[in-house]
């Protein structure tokens, strides 16, 4: 008896375990552990993995497998040792973690069809009904809706004439295109051509053709090239001298472009330094974590590629992540370059069919490198030499939704398996990743200077308080005004930056700058329209909006916002014959609107690029001179403990932007605290004191890289049961965990209400809890299996956002 344990595609606690099912002789042998298989489910025709094979089971009625879905093996062995790692690190459900590593595409979507219960008797339907079950038809679910036959089949199916039965629907099919070939030898082509008349012109010159090129091609392109017609070809086909086939082919996004070859550049002796122990490890088939810290400009990306240069030349396969919003065609293009067509790109903008082809040539190992964002860390390669993860420090390399996973502990999980490197890179490495370079877990490997030891640019702090002040309500400082101005009659270009993210509101003074902050976290209060209160979201300390500053008593103290939109229309005001191009979610939303914005912007057909973090990245383009940031102060507000953090980095890269070629840059951040830390030493680009001074607070305030995180969030439509439901967690959680933790709540989340669900959470500060696992899971399991009680309970274990 062959047996398979298959997980279901049913995302529910008591499903969360592989089931076992029958493999039908016809399948014996065929079917392997990694493919998908389309298993009965209760009534139900389901999805699910095969996740190993044995002989003997406890179960007293197998049922039997309906048939795979794959022909080979969608997950090999070391992913779906991964998928169980990833349901134990993420406290996710196993469908989730294995769904999660293959591309949407490969995802089931079902069809509900109606048929006979018991075969051939159509005779016991109403006669209403007959004509579409006869010979075993099948009725489509929805259809028979739209007919308004639902009642009728209803009925039917209840006294038991018909049966409802769910089918398992492929999303996408491969893309097959026509081509042909000659069935005969070279001689016997040339022989042919003999016995056709001269009049049949045509067909000739197609014979003429495969003596050239004795290839198969592409029916259209065929025609097109030959300028002949299908006909012609059909006569060929019929002399049995050519064939016609289908022949599979990939959706290539990048079909319309040539890339330029690249050779590798001889290294900087910084760079050769910063190389050494990279290629070593790869050498000695050596697992090991690289702290790549260097400026931008500094020369990074040139030491990936020539680090994968090593891995190819040794046989093995490289994945590269990137940030999805840095992944423009410009980082794409180096890649590419350097290595052709053996790299596969995988992110966002590429439809499902386009992504499942590149996921496929890795599968079918005909690429050795992926580019991609963060899902890419899941490119089924079996022989990986490297993982690097670009501007390592992103957030958005943290999965919000199950399973909750952050790319970087896949990596290194997945480095170990195979024991080869990893390189994360960045300008301004997160906290975490510095700390462990410290304490030398990571080896940490230096750029501190520019390619030819460019300038960084020259960056100026304005105080937006003075230029109140002064009279000047504008959110254009005057000096950010006059170089403005300076670059439009000089045809330079500018860029102006609106953090978006930071359009939460928190209240501030303007005359000071005071922003009022949580008296326990430090942390900024969010302001609350409605009763006009400001909240902590960490502990659920609440307060009214105060009439006067506290500090300077000024009346000028409210809650703080822009948008893009409105900078716009002021620059229209002050600067009319300034031609302003606008990014942000309203003007990228279609499909390649990103790409073709910047390269109106790159071509100049403006002057200013105005728009959110979405231009803070990958932006390298001769002629920006000026940078502004319109208001530095939006994100550091937020409530989160690593607003700080993210303030540095965005100020820092956005300020990379300028002067990256021979033209000088100049940036301009304006601010209303210009005497915060994280403000000041993003204006002199000072990482290294940064992260002294950070650090201290997050010691002082028990935060990462000091404690880890755990997060318990819970949702009702019931307030009091909510917060009751998370006073229970809490009172547990403190019980099974030692004192040394800190267990934070019930608290008010950021969001504290989405969909009329009133959201709770509970923060759990911690160093080492060997049974805090156990205990979320516990807390899980109990919530999980009681599904009527209403209350949904998710944990996020090192959560990046605490919203
Ligand atoms: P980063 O990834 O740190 O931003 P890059 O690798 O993009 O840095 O390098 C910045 C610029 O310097 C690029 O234009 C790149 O082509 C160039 N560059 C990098 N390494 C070398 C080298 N060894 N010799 C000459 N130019 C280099
Ligand atoms: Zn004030
Ligand atoms: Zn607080």
């Given at each position: 008896m062959e047996i398979a344990s298959v997980i279901v595609d049913v995302p529910t606690k008591q499903t969360d375990r592989a089931f076992d099912y029958l493999i039908p002789e016809q399948w014996s042998g065929t079917i392997k552990p990694g493919m998908r298989v389309i298993v009965p489910f209760g009534p139900r025709q389901i999805q699910g993995f095969v996740v190993g094979l044995k002989t003997e089971t406890d179960v007293n009625k197998l049922r039997e497998i309906n048939e795979p879905m794959d022909l080979k093996p969608v997950l090999n062995q070391e992913l779906i040792e991964l998928g169980n790692w990833l349901t134990e690190y993420t406290l996710c459900f196993k469908i989730f973690a294995f769904q999660v590593m293959l591309p949407a595409a490969l995802k089931a979507k079902y069809e509900k069809k109606v048929r006979l219960a018991n075969k051939g008797a159509v005779m016991d339907l109403p006669s209403k009904l007959q004509a579409f079950f006869e010979n075993d038809g099948e009725l489509d679910w929805d259809e028979a809706l739209k007919m308004g036959l639902g009642p009728l089949l209803q009925r039917e199916a209840a006294n038991g004439h018909l049966e409802v039965i769910y089918m398992v629907k492929e999303r996408v099919k491969k893309k097959l295109r026509k081509f042909v070939r000659p069935t005969v030898s070279h001689c016997e082509l040339e022989e042919a051509l003999q016995t056709i008349p001269a009049k049949a012109e045509k067909q000739r010159q197609i014979l003429q053709y495969f003596l050239e090129h004795s290839d198969e091609v592409e029916l259209k392109i065929l025609i097109d090239e030959l300028n002949t017609s299908g006909s012609t070809i059909k006569a060929l086909i019929e002399k049995k001298l050519l064939v016609e086939f289908d022949k599979e082919v990939y959706r290539d996004p990048f079909a319309h472009r040539t890339f330029e070859r690249t050779k590798p550049l001889p290294l900087t002796d910084a760079q050769a330094q910063a190389i050494g122990p990279i290629l070593h490890s790869i050498e000695q088939d050596r697992h090991e974590v690289f702290l790549l810290y260097g400026v931008t400009g500094s020369g990074k990306t040139e030491i990936y590629l020539q680090s994968i240069q090593e891995v190819i030349e040794k046989g093995q396969e490289a994945i590269v992540l990137v940030p999805e919003i840095a992944l423009t065609p410009q980082m794409v293009h180096r890649f590419k370059g350097r290595f052709g067509n053996l790299v596969a790109v995988l992110h966002s903008g590429l439809s499902a069919g386009e992504k499942y082809d590149e996921w496929r040539k890795i599968q079918r190992k005909e690429v050795k490198v992926v580019v991609g964002a963060r899902s890419a860390i899941f490119a089924p390669f079996e022989d990986i030499g490297i993982i690097i993860i670009d501007e390592e420090h992103e957030t958005s390399y943290k999965q919000e939704e199950m399973p909750r996973y952050h790319a970087r502990d896949v990596a290194i999980k997945r480095a170990k398996t195979y024991n080869c490197p990893v390189v994360l890179g960045s300008a301004t490495p997160s906290l975490e990743s510095f700390a462990r370079a410290q304490k030398k877990v990571y080896q940490l490997l230096s750029l501190p200077n520019r390619m030819n030891n460019q300038e960084l640019p020259a960056v100026e702090i304005i105080d937006m308080r003075e230029e109140l002040r002064d009279g000047?309500?504008?959110?254009?400082s005057r000096k950010l005004f006059e170089l403005l101005q300076d670059r439009l009659e000089k045809k330079q270009q500018s860029v102006l930056f609106l953090n978006k993210r930071g359009h939460s509101s928190f209240v501030m003074c303007r005359d000071c700058g005071y922003v009022v902050n949580c008296p326990n976290c430090d942390i900024s209060l969010t302001y609350h329209r409605v009763n006009e209160q400001m909240k902590c979201h960490y502990c659920g300390y609440e307060s009214t909006v105060p009439k006067n500053c506290p500090e300077c008593n000024s009346e000028y103290i409210r809650y703080f916002g822009t948008g893009t939109q409105k900078v716009e229309e002021e620059l229209g005001k002050i600067l009319p014959e300034a031609r302003v191009i606008r990014m942000d979610v309203d003007t990228t939303g279609r499909k390649g609107a990103h790409e073709r914005l910047l390269s109106d912007f790159k071509d100049g057909k403006a002057d200013i690029l105005l728009g959110t973090q979405m231009i803070a990245k990958g932006l390298d383009f001769p002629n920006i001179t000026l940078v502004g940031v319109?208001?530095?102060?939006t994100m550091l507000h937020?409530?989160?403990?690593r607003a700080s953090e993210k303030t540095f980095q965005l100020l820092t890269q956005v300020s990379g932007r300028a002067g990256r070629h021979q033209l000088p840059g100049e940036v301009v951040i304006q601010t209303y605290t210009p005497e915060h830390y994280s403000i000041e030493l993003a204006g002199r680009q000072d990482y290294d004191l940064f992260y002294q001074r950070e650090m201290l607070i997050r010691k002082l305030h028990h935060y990462p890289p000091f404690y880890y995180l755990a997060l318990i969030t819970v949702s009702h439509e019931n307030l009091i049961k909510v917060v009751s439901a998370t006073e229970k967690m809490v009172n547990y959680v403190r019980s099974q965990i030692s004192d040394k933790a800190v267990v934070l709540g019930p608290a008010a989340s950021?969001?504290?209400?989405i969909n009329n669900r009133y959201r709770y959470q509970c923060l759990i500060k911690y160093k080492r809890e060997p049974n805090l696992t156990k205990t979320l899971k516990t807390i899980l399991d109990q919530y999980q299996k009681d599904a009527r009680s209403g209350l949904l309970v998710s944990i996020d274990v090192n959560p990046v956002i605490l919203m």
């Open positions: 000047n309500r504008s959110m254009f319109l208001s530095a102060d937020l409530p989160d403990f950021s969001i504290p209400r």
